[in-house]
């Protein structure tokens, strides 16, 4: 009947309405998710620039040692224990010439995942936002074919259940 057909459609407004919401809710968490991924890329680009900063430092200080050959310091060991204390002193400094490059490998790394979350968080906020004009105008054209608007509709629906006996009285 015609009565159940009204019934239907506003129960399937009710679920768009809800829908609505959702997607509302969710917009509003990609927002909180974008500026938290926005503050992770600053904090990564920091990273990446301190340790940007300190390899270039280790460079010019190499530079300004000039190329002094790793043999030419080994062979200017004066005893066995200082040639030990050379090896020792040159494994050092190839660790920490190591560790730099590493971390502004890692800083650079940090960097690039935290745009791709970004653009992944973007791309989701962007989706929801078109999944929810799509759900409003669905909700637009279900009132419209109820008979306008909705929610001042509710008396004639009452009407429509006691002329129908469904009402409770």
Known sequence: SALDQKFLLEEKINVLREQIALSEQSI???????????????????????????????????EER????????????????????????????MDYDNEVMDNLAAARQAVADA?????????????????????????????????????GDYQSVLCLCAEDGRAGG
Do not use: P
């Open 28 to 62: 509003q968490e990609y927002g909180k998710q974008i500026d938290q991924k926005e503050e992770e890329l600053a904090a990564a680009k920091e990273e990446e620039a301190k340790y940007y900063d300190e390899f270039c430092e280790r460079v010019r200080s190499m």
């Open 66 to 93: 000039g190329n002094v050959s790793y043999w030419a310091v080994l062979f200017n060991a004066n005893s066995f224990s200082d040639l030990l204390d050379q090896i020792n002193a040159i494994s050092e400094v």
């Open 115 to 151: 745009k791709a979350e970004l653009e992944e968080s973007k791309a989701a906020e962007e989706s929801a936002k078109a999944d929810l004009e799509t759900q409003k105008a669905d909700l637009v054209k279900e009132q419209a074919s109820v008979g306008g608007n909705h929610s």
